[in-house]
C-alpha cells in the first residue's frame, strides 16, 4: 500500500526562494508551494524537516498524558493550589505541538510560513507565562516569598508574553502596515537583514527566560543560610537550567551544520538538537515543578502568597487572549495581500 503513495520530492537550497532558506542547510528542501497533503506525506519521507517535526510532536503527547493525569487523578480542578501546575503543563502540550505544525505546513507558501511562525512564537512565549506561573506559586526561595518582587512578579510575566511574541513577530516582517509590502514577500528585517533578525529573535526569547528565572537562579546559586529551600529538588532545577542554556547555545550559533555546510543536513543540525534539549530541558523542569510543590505544598500553603484564578488560570488566559491579538495584526496583511492577489488572478 505505502508503495503506492509518491512521496513529494525534495530540493536544494539554490531551487527554493531565499524566505525559506536555513543557514549552512543546503539540501533537503520540500516545494514551496507544497500542498497540505504533501506536507503531511513529507513526515513519511526524510527532509532537513523530519526530524523537528517528530521531535516535537511525539513529546506533546506526553505532555499531554501528563496534563490528563493532574486532572484526572488529581481532581486539579478543585484544587487551587495545582491550578499553576495546569496552566504549566497546558502550555508544555500547546508549544511542541504549535512547533511540529509550523514545522510540518511552513512550505505551503511563503506567507503561510511567516504565519506558522507567528503561532509557533506564541506558543513559547505562553510557555514562558506557564513557568512563570509556577515558579511564583512553588519555586520562589523562603526568604523571598510575599515580597514586592513576589507580588508582582506574575504581572510582569506577563507583559514579558508581549514583549516575547511582538518582538519575534517583528524580526520576520517588521511593523504589520508599515513595514509590509504587499506586493511581494521580501520583507524586512529577516530577508534584508538576517544577523538583526536573528539577534532581536534571541532576544525575544532569552530575556522572558531570565527574568522568569531569577528566582529559580537566586535559589540555587547564590542564596546561603536560611531561607533558601536548598532540598533534593535542586538537582533537578540544575539539570533543566543546563539544558536551557545549551538550548540556547543551539539556536544562536547554529552548530555543528555551521562548520560543515550539507553535512548535517537532514540528521543533527542545530534545530533539531535544540528541539531535543529543549523537550530534556521541559522534562526535568516538570520533575523539579512537581516535586518542589509536593515536599513545599505545607508551607507554602501557611506563608505563601494565596494561590487565585487571576494570578493562575487568570493570566494565562489574557496571555493566550494578548498573544492571539498580536498574532492577528502581523497575520492580517499577509492574508490581505494573498487574498487581493487572488482576486486579480480570477
Not at 498524558?65 to 486539579?76: F, I, N, P, Y
Not at 493566550?320 to 499577509?334: E, R
Request: glycine letters at 4%; proline letters at 5%; charged letters at 10%.
Amino acid at each position: 500500500m505505502l508503495s503506492l503513495i509518491k512521496l513529494p520530492r525534495v530540493f536544494t537550497i539554490n531551487q527554493v526562494p531565499k524566505v525559506f532558506h536555513e543557514d549552512c542547510i543546503i539540501s533537503g528542501y520540500r516545494y514551496p508551494h507544497s500542498s497540505a497533503t504533501d506536507c503531511v506525506l513529507s513526515l513519511f519521507q526524510l527532509t532537513n524537516e523530519t526530524l523537528n517535526i517528530w521531535t516535537h510532536f511525539l513529546p506533546t503527547w506526553y505532555f499531554l498524558w501528563k496534563l490528563v493525569t493532574v486532572v484526572v487523578m488529581q481532581m486539579a480542578w478543585q484544587d487551587s493550589f495545582t491550578w499553576p501546575l495546569l496552566v504549566y503543563l497546558l502550555s508544555c502540550c500547546i508549544y511542541p505541538l504549535a512547533s511540529s505544525c509550523a514545522h510540518t505546513f511552513s512550505t505551503m507558501s511563503a506567507r503561510a510560513r511567516h504565519i506558522c511562525f507567528f503561532f509557533d512564537y506564541g506558543a513559547l512565549s505562553f510557555y514562558s507565562l506557564g513557568s512563570a506561573v509556577t515558579y511564583s506559586a512553588y519555586i520562589f526561595p523562603d526568604q523571598w516569598v510575599n515580597s514586592v518582587f513576589h507580588r508582582f512578579y506574575i504581572h510582569i510575566a506577563v507583559i514579558n508574553t508581549v514583549i516575547c511574541t511582538g518582538l519575534a513577530c517583528y524580526s520576520r516582517l517588521g511593523l504589520p502596515f508599515l513595514q509590509y509590502n504587499h506586493h511581494t514577500i521580501k520583507r524586512f528585517p529577516e530577508c534584508q537583514s538576517p544577523k538583526f533578525s536573528k539577534v532581536v529573535r534571541v532576544v525575544a526569547f532569552a530575556y522572558p527566560y531570565l527574568y522568569d528565572s531569577i528566582p529559580l537562579f537566586y535559589r540555587v546559586f547564590l542564596c546561603v543560610g536560611d531561607g533558601c529551600t536548598d532540598n533534593d529538588t535542586n538537582t533537578l532545577h540544575y539539570n533543566h537550567i543546563a539544558l536551557a542554556f545549551f538550548t540556547g547555545f543551539l539556536f544562536a550559533t547554529h552548530l555543528p551544520e555551521r562548520l560543515a555546510p550539507g553535512s548535517f543536513d537532514y540528521i543533527g543540525h542545530s534545530h533539531q538538537l535544540f528541539h531535543v534539549c529543549g523537550i530534556l530541558g521541559t522534562h526535568f523542569q516538570m520533575k523539579a515543578i512537581e516535586q518542589d510543590m509536593l515536599t513545599r505544598r505545607p508551607w507554602l500553603l501557611k506563608n505563601s502568597v494565596a494561590i487565585t484564578f487571576s494570578n493562575s488560570v487568570g493570566a494565562a488566559l489574557l496571555c493566550l487572549v494578548l498573544n492571539l491579538m498580536i498574532i492577528f495584526v502581523y497575520s492580517l496583511p499577509l492574508l490581505s495581500s494573498s487574498a487581493s492577489r487572488d482576486k486579480k488572478t480570477q
